[in-house]
């Protein structure tokens, strides 16, 4: 079956790095759009990042444009979000999730808690 393990996700001060992973197994991986999604405290979901399935074509909302970079290794099923400059207004529940076609979502994560704050 399919299954998205997040990881690495924590507490840090605003302007630190974490690195985000999403190990992938029970499918063709590589074949694959992925995506990061988040869901700030009190507030619905919000698309952040995808990625094609060879990693070539990456898209991002404004808001995290030069600051978050998504890539991918399909040698290791693996997605993963390096996120930089980290702000207050980041703090979120980050979801890694499978594309399914025609841009929906058919499996996600189980999400991994990243806190900005001093």
């Known amino acids: 079956q399919v299954q998205l393990v997040e990881s690495g996700g924590g507490l840090v001060q605003p302007g630190g790095s974490l690195r985000l992973s999403c190990a992938a197994s029970?499918?063709?991986?590589?074949?694959?759009?992925m995506n990061w999604v988040r869901q700030a405290p009190g507030k619905g979901l919000e698309w952040v990042s995808s990625?094609?399935?060879?990693?070539?074509?990456?898209y991002y909302v404004d808001s995290v444009e030069g600051r978050f970079t998504i890539s991918r290794d399909n040698g290791k099923n693996t997605l993963y979000f390096e996120m930089n400059s980290l702000k207050p207004e980041d703090t979120a529940v980050y979801y890694c999730a499978k594309g399914g076609g025609a841009g929906e979502y058919d499996y996600w994560g189980q999400g991994t808690q990243v806190t900005v704050s001093s």
């Open positions: 029970g499918f063709t991986f590589g074949s694959y759009w």
């Open positions: 990625i094609n399935s060879d990693g070539e074509i990456t």
